[in-house]
C-alpha cells in the first residue's frame, strides 16, 4: 500500500501535477541540487566622505571561499563552495552534492586607493570597504599673458 498526500482543495484524487509538486517539495532537503534558493548575492554600495563600502549577503560561506582582485580598475567579487554528504544506512544509501558560485565585478572610480582595499567576512556579510585618494584641488590661479 502506498500513501499519497492529499492537499484539501484540490479534489478528491490529485492530479498528476500535485503529487509531482509534492514529491519534489524538498521539504526535508532530500534534492538540494533542485533548489533555486542560491542566486547572485544583493550588494549595497555607499559612498562616504573618504571611502566607499560594499556589502554583500552571502551566508553559509567560509571567508576562505572568498577571492576579492583588483585588475584594472575593476573590483571582482567571487565565491566558490562545494557540499557533499553521504548516508549509508542498512538498506540504501544516499549521495548529494552541490556547488554553488557567483561572481560579481564593479568598476571602480579613478580617485580610490587600490593599495588600501580591505575585505572582511562576518557573519555572512561580506564588507569591502575601498578607500578614496585625496584629490589635490589647485587653489592659486595662475593668469597666463598671451603675447
Known amino acids: 500500500m502506498s500513501?499519497?498526500?492529499?492537499?484539501?482543495?484540490?479534489?478528491?484524487?490529485?492530479?498528476?501535477?500535485?503529487?509531482?509538486?509534492?514529491?519534489?517539495k524538498d521539504d526535508e532537503g532530500f534534492f538540494p541540487f533542485l533548489r533555486s534558493d542560491f542566486t547572485m548575492p544583493a550588494v549595497n554600495v555607499s559612498e562616504k566622505e573618504d571611502k566607499w563600502e560594499l556589502e554583500a549577503a552571502v551566508p553559509g560561506m567560509e571567508k576562505d571561499d572568498f577571492d576579492v582582485k583588483v585588475e584594472k580598475g575593476v573590483l571582482r567579487i567571487s565565491a566558490e563552495k562545494e557540499l557533499s554528504s553521504e548516508v549509508k544506512?542498512?538498506?540504501?544509501?544516499?549521495?548529494?552534492?552541490?556547488?554553488?558560485?557567483?561572481?560579481?565585478?564593479?568598476?571602480?572610480?579613478?580617485?580610490?586607493?587600490?593599495?588600501?582595499?580591505?575585505?572582511?567576512?562576518?557573519?555572512?556579510?561580506?564588507?569591502?570597504?575601498?578607500?578614496?585618494?585625496?584629490?589635490?584641488?589647485?587653489?592659486?590661479?595662475?593668469?597666463?599673458?598671451?603675447?
Open 89 to 147: 544506512e542498512e538498506n540504501y544509501m544516499r549521495k548529494e552534492f552541490n556547488f554553488s558560485s557567483f561572481s560579481r565585478s564593479f568598476w571602480l572610480p579613478d580617485n580610490i586607493r587600490e593599495d588600501g582595499i580591505e575585505a572582511h567576512y562576518e557573519k555572512g556579510i561580506l564588507r569591502v570597504v575601498i578607500p578614496k585618494k585625496e584629490i589635490s584641488v589647485q587653489k592659486d590661479v595662475k593668469v597666463v599673458e598671451v603675447k
Open 3 to 24: 500513501l499519497i498526500k492529499w492537499n484539501k482543495g484540490k479534489g478528491l484524487v490529485p492530479s498528476f501535477s500535485s503529487i509531482v509538486e509534492d514529491f519534489f
